[in-house]
C-alpha cells in the first residue's frame, strides 16, 4: 500500500512569489491534513478536509494560505504571495477516520519551504 | 488552552543506555496519545499509541510508553538504546474540537542523539 505522498520535497522561492504543494493522501483516506513546523518550534495544526470539504481551517495562519481538496481525492496548499515567516516544513496526512478508536494519522514525507 | 509538552529537547546518551523522554498533555475529553519517530531524512513514523485500556502501550523497536491520568503524562522508554535510534521524537495527543473535527496537538519534540 503506497504512503502518503508529497510534492515537491524541497521548494526554495523568493518572497512575494507563489508556490504550491501537494499532497496524495493514502487510497480510501477521507481525511486529509496539512500541518506545519517551523524552525524549532512544535508542528503546528492547518487545516482539516472530509473527503473535498474543509472541515476545520482554523490553524490556516492568514488569507495567503489557500487549500483545497477538488474530488475528494489529493490536496493542494498555495501560499500567495510567500513571505519569509513562511518557511517551515509542511507535512500532510491522513487517516481513514475521524472517529475515536481509528483515527491514527498517516503522515508524510513533507515538503521543506525556504522563503528567501 | 490545549497543549502537549515535551520537556527534553536534546538528549545525547551512549549505546545501551536507558532511554525515558517525558510527555505531558494538558487537555480534557477523550485522551487519544502518540510517539512519533523521524529518522533523518525519512518521514514521521508511528511508534506507538493509546486510546484506551491497558495505560503500558508496546510500540515497535521495543519502545514503550505509560499512560499516567494522574499526572497527564505519557512518557516513551526504551531500555536499551541503538545507534539506530538517534532521531527525532515527537509526543502528540488527538483531540476533538467543538466543530466535530478531529487534529493532533504536537510537542515541541525530543532530538536523540545515541553515541556509538
Known amino acids: 500500500e503506497a504512503g502518503v505522498t508529497q510534492f515537491p520535497s524541497h521548494s526554495v522561492i523568493e518572497k512575494g512569489q507563489t508556490v504550491t504543494l501537494r499532497c496524495d493522501p493514502i487510497?480510501?483516506?477521507?481525511?486529509l491534513y496539512w500541518y506545519r513546523r517551523v524552525m524549532g518550534k512544535e508542528i503546528k495544526f492547518l487545516l482539516h478536509f472530509v473527503k473535498e470539504s474543509k472541515q476545520d481551517e482554523s490553524g490556516m495562519p492568514n488569507n495567503r494560505f489557500l487549500a483545497e481538496r477538488t474530488g475528494g481525492t489529493y490536496s493542494t496548499l498555495k501560499v500567495q504571495p510567500a513571505e519569509l515567516e513562511d518557511s517551515g516544513v509542511y507535512f500532510c496526512?491522513?487517516?481513514?477516520?475521524?472517529?475515536?478508536?481509528?483515527?491514527?494519522?498517516?503522515f508524510g514525507p513533507g515538503t521543506r519551504l525556504t522563503v528567501l | 488552552a490545549q497543549s502537549v509538552s515535551q520537556h527534553n529537547h536534546h538528549v545525547i546518551l551512549s549505546e545501551a543506555a536507558s532511554l525515558e523522554l517525558g510527555c505531558n498533555y494538558s487537555y480534557g475529553g477523550t485522551v487519544n496519545l502518540f510517539w512519533y519517530v523521524q529518522y533523518p531524512g525519512q518521514h514521521l513514523q508511528l511508534l506507538l499509541k493509546y486510546f484506551s485500556g491497558d495505560p503500558l502501550v508496546k510500540g515497535i523497536k521495543g519502545f514503550e510508553a505509560e499512560f499516567i491520568k494522574s499526572k497527564f503524562s505519557f512518557n516513551l522508554r526504551k531500555p536499551s538504546v541503538q545507534w539506530s535510534d538517534t532521531a527525532e521524537y515527537f509526543c502528540?495527543?488527538?483531540?476533538?474540537?467543538?466543530?466535530?473535527?478531529?487534529?493532533?496537538?504536537f510537542g515541541t519534540g525530543t532530538r536523540l542523539k545515541v553515541l556509538a
Open positions: 496526512a491522513s487517516s481513514q477516520s475521524a472517529l475515536a478508536g481509528n483515527n491514527e494519522q498517516f
Open positions: 487510497s480510501g483516506h477521507d481525511n
Open positions: 502528540a495527543g488527538g483531540v476533538y474540537t467543538t466543530s466535530g473535527t478531529y487534529k493532533y496537538i
